[in-house]
């Protein structure tokens, strides 16, 4: 049952907030010193300072996290430009993310550097990922096939883990709030003698907006890393979720005889990512590293409505990567790779019989130029070939360049890729609904950007034009419901960010997107919305005190009525979610800090519905508390 509040309960929590700054007793924080300049690893496979990458990437660092109070990977990727996440429902719900305009499973999502969308339809569900033990999210925009093969046509989002480093400490927090919302985390990171660790725990519970609307969530994550010599580093990664929810009798989720709200649904997810990887640097110019991964997922739903769609969906992927890095003059750095996927699904009815059981097979050669002329021109070209055991072979180029003009604190930046998405188990094996013979969907994509620095990089701001032409694309079509290579789609738009820094513990940082996407019919895809913006502001009212709040606006975008089945326009709406912390003791015996916190979410009350027929939580509260040892 959704628990109410009045909008004076958000007044005073917020003016609370501040008053515990005066409380403190303390100055805003002086004039800033310049942050150092950001690493991205993602786009080109090797770390790179921002400024120096031709991609076009956002950050989310794990200060922005915590400023916000965020605990899922689907809400902080909520603002990040030409990305619109579709949660199918209240928080555990399936939840989607949809690049450029391209589908949810083009965009490629990696934790650590592994693939882990799912062998058997290609998506990867954002619904459980929490942020626990999450370093750093980084999200790189356009085709990256060239470097990660499969999946990649729009995209691609890399969760990093947090490395532990420095004195250890221990944190334990507790939140509590709206629709019975309980969640606990402990963490602990640092480093012993050669060992650097952190592991997070978390547990999370709510009871929902309806009936039949519960969920929890448990997730763990640990990583360690040992330098066994001053050339050898060996680290391991390790996450593990286990989530069930209740799925409600919404207009969306109806039983296939009457027509009725099915409120008897629920599904079960446990999720496991285990990571091993060594690098080593023999020379001041050549590293290498080899990673091998695990990554497995169980999925059961049931349906005692309809006991004909209840399935059990078990799904596993190993890889390893040998990755070679030669920089054999300083300006010039060269990437070779050789990657070794097997996928693997298996499904079961309700009576625990096989309805399929298949796996595929990925060789795959990667390797990457990028030369820095002149300490201004970046060129980058790449390209991957991809060996599959299901339909053959694919050659996937990109090329990049940049131009910097440091006199102006100015990047021009141009790029041409091509991205595939190969068929998943699904589409080749399923029985009755499958077919053999589908060629890989792929994409072609330019785009053109240029970068702005101004007053000692306080401002900075963005833009960038892309184009994406869809071929190949994979539909079932009726009457058979077999999937063919069928449909094209194009995709344009732009992106605009502007970020304000101004010091003092200002942070404002403002996007845009526009968005024009047709398929071959000339419709609008669905889910995609045609304008979206976005404005999160930050203030470090003091070195205690800490406030932050974010509006979204998503435009109109046409959807599927769950109801009649046709097409229908999904409404826009404006959330506004805003939050604040409090360093209420400091330094007192082993207590490091005591902090609280407290969230509202959706603060005007709006009603809306990310996807048609599913609709959100309300407004809500949240607040806890935390304690560092």
Known sequence: MEHRFSRWTCVTLLAGCFWASAAAGQAPPAEPEQS???????????????????????????QDLERRQITTVADALRTVPALNVVQSGTPG????????????????????????????????????????????????????????????????????????????????????????????????????????????????????????????????AVRLDAKVDPTLSVDLTARYTHAFKNLPGVRGRTDFFTGLPDPTQSTREDQTNVTLGATHNPTSW???????????????????????????????????DWQHNFRPISWDALSVGLQLEQSSGESRDQFGGKLFSENITNLAFYGQNQATLWDRLILGVGARVDDNSAFGSHVSPKFSSAFLIKETGSKLRASYGEGFRAPTLNDLFFPGFSNPDLKPEENRSLEFGIDQSLWRDRIQAKLTWFQSRFRNLIQALAPTFKPTNVAHARTQGLEASLALRPGYGLDVVGNYTYLDSRDDAGQQLL????????????????????????????????????????????????????GASVVVVNEVWK?????????????????????????????AYLLGVSGEF
């Open 527 to 578: 889910r995609r919305p045609q304008n979206t913006w976005n404005v999160t502001a930050n203030y470090a009212v003091t070195t205690r005190v800490n406030v932050n709040s974010t509006l979204l606006y998503v435009g109109r975008r046409v959807d599927i009525d769950p109801v009649t089945f046709g097409r229908a326009e999904n409404t826009k709406y404006v959330k506004w979610d805003a």
């Open 286 to 320: 050549y590293d290498h590293r080899i990673q091998l991964s695990y990554v497995g997922d169980d999925v059961d739903f049931r349906d005692p409505l309809e006991p004909l769609s209840t399935a059990d969906t078990t799904t596993s992927r190993f890889a390893a």
């Open 591 to 619: 207590l490091r800090k005591l902090t609280a916190y407290a969230k509202l979410d959706n603060i005007l009350g709006v009603h809306y519905e990310e996807a048609l027929g599913f609709p959100t939580l309300g407004r």
């Open 93 to 220: 719900s399936v939840t989607s993310v949809f690049a450029r305009g391209g589908n949810s499973n083009h965009t490629l999502v990696l934790i650590d550097g592994v693939r882990v969308n799912s062998p058997t339809n290609g998506v990867f569900d954002f619904a459980n990922l929490t942020t626990d033990g999450v370093e750093r999210i980084e999200v790189v925009r356009g085709p990256t096939s060239a470097l990660y093969g499969s999946d990649g046509l729009t995209a691609v989002i890399n969760i990093i883990s947090k490395k532990g480093e420095g004195k250890p400490n221990v944190t334990v927090r507790a939140d509590a709030g709206s629709y019975q919302t309980f969640r606990e985390q402990a963490r602990s990171s640092g480093a012993v003698g050669l060992l650097g660790y952190s592991v997070d725990l978390s547990r999370t519970d709510s009871s929902g907006k309806f009936a039949h609307d519960e969920m929890n969530n448990t997730a763990g």
């Open 36 to 62: 150092l300049e950001e690493i991205v690893t993602t786009a080109a496979r090797i770390p790179e300072t921002l400024l120096r990458t031709a991609a076009d990437v956002t950050i989310i660092t794990r």
